[in-house]
Structure formats: C-alpha cells, structure tokens
C-alpha cells in the first residue's frame, strides 16, 4: 500500500511542474509555510506533515516530525515546561 502511493506520486511529479496536480500539492504545501520542493510536496502527499502548535509562543507549525527531530524536542520541552507552571500556580495554598 505505502509503495503504491510512493510510486503514484513519483508518475504524477514525473509529468512536470506544469501539471495542475503537480501545481495543486506545491500550493497546498506552501500555504503550510513549507518549501514547496519535491521532498516536502511527497510528505504531505504520503500524510507525513502533520500540524503542531507551540504551547508557549502559540506559534503554529506544519511539519514532518520525522525529519525535524529537534524542533520536536523543543515543542515537548516547552510542553513540560508550561505544565510544571500551570501546575505550580494551581496548588494550593499553604
């Protein structure tokens, strides 16, 4: 199944970035705020880029997590990190 849609994707960006499909995913991927190249075009085509939203700075993303490990690891720090104060400032006083 996952070859098949790697290798349907590979015939659709075969027939050139004049093609209404080709042009349709280079759209949808740079609306996400990603390089609409070959790589990022085939992420989101296969359902790899996935949305994220940095609970600190309320910053939204869209991304692969699989190729921005880092970025992943500063989200999930800062996710800890506001759930120690939120629960710092919900205890109860003394």
Known sequence: MMNDKWEQF????KKGKTNKTVQSLM?????????PT???CRDYYMGYVRYY???????????NPRKNKNVMKALRRN???????????NRPKK
Request: charged share 40%; hydrophobic share 30%.
């Open 10 to 13: 590979n015939r659709i960006w």
């Open 27 to 35: 759209q949808k991927v740079s609306l996400r705020g990603l390089e």
């Open 38 to 40: 070959e790589d990022n």
């Open 53 to 63: 939203k940095d609970d600190l700075t309320n910053q939204t993303m869209h991304l």
């Open 79 to 89: 996710r800890i990190a506001k759930t120690r104060r939120m629960e710092k400032n």
